[in-house]
């Protein structure tokens, strides 16, 4: 299994950044997914998750309204659009396999390495 992604760097205030992580060596379509995040000092955080078949789409709250989670399971990748960004939001993004699906917010089986998401003025 192995999840890669990309898109972060380092942004203003109210700016909006694309995270993508692209997913191989599972059968990705059979699969929810998730976007979690970790800050320095803190422990992993759940931001997102996307359900299979449906794409049902949940949230933490303090991200509902500005980031939007999807998915294309003809490419398998994984999204995380993120608009009006805020230093909170800094931190290290990972794209994650929840152990026990869409709704389990604290068990993945599979994370990636991560991408840098700065927001500084």
């Known amino acids: 299994v192995q999840l890669v992604e990309s898109g972060g760097g380092l942004v203003q205030p109210g700016e909006s950044l694309t995270l993508s992580c692209v997913a191989s060596?599972?059968?990705?379509?059979?699969?929810?997914m998730a976007w979690v995040r970790q800050a320095p000092g803190k422990g992993l955080e759940w931001v997102a998750g996307i359900s299979t078949v449906n794409f049902r789409t949940y949230y933490e709250d303090s991200v509902k309204g500005r980031f939007t989670i999807s998915r294309d399971d003809a490419k398998s990748e994984l999204y995380l659009q993120m608009t009006a960004l805020k230093p909170e939001d800094s931190a290290v993004y990972y794209c994650a396999t929840p152990r026990w699906g869409v709704g389990d917010r604290s068990n993945f089986v599979h994370r990636g390495q991560g991408t840098q998401v700065t927001v500084s003025s």
């Open positions: 060596g599972f059968a990705f379509k059979e699969h929810d």
